[in-house]
Nanobody, 123 residues
């Protein structure tokens, strides 16, 4: 199983960025997909998750309204659209896959992880 995250980079505050995570080696459409992030010196935290069909999504309360998660099961890809970025959004962003019915906000419920993509937001 491989999860390849991409789309990170250096942006200015207020800019938008879209992250992608391409999955292979698993039946993508049956997995819950999630995004987590880890800022320097901090623990990894939940960002967003999306269930199989894409009809149910979850967000960290502090990010709801600025971030949008979506998926394209035909392309085995999950996306994270990030708008109005702030310096505090600076982190390594990870995608993860969960095969089950567990609460998708808990990182310990995920089975597979990508390598992460760095997002840096300058002020």
């Amino acid at each position: 199983v491989q999860l390849q995250a991409s789309g990170g980079g250096l942006v200015q505050a207020g800019d938008s960025l879209r992250l992608s995570c391409a999955a292979s080696g698993l039946p993508f459409s049956t997995y819950i997909m999630g995004w987590f992030r880890q800022a320097p010196g901090k623990e990894r935290e939940f960002v967003a998750a999306i269930r199989w069909s894409g009809s149910t999504t979850y967000y960290a309360n502090s990010l709801r309204g600025r971030f949008t998660i979506s998926r394209d099961n035909a392309k085995n890809t999950v996306y994270l659209q990030m708008n109005s970025l702030k310096p505090e959004d600076t982190a390594v962003y990870y995608c993860a896959a969960q095969n089950g019915l567990a609460v998708p906000t808990n990182e310990r419920t995920y089975d597979y992880w990508g390598q992460g993509t760095l997002v840096t937001v300058s002020s």
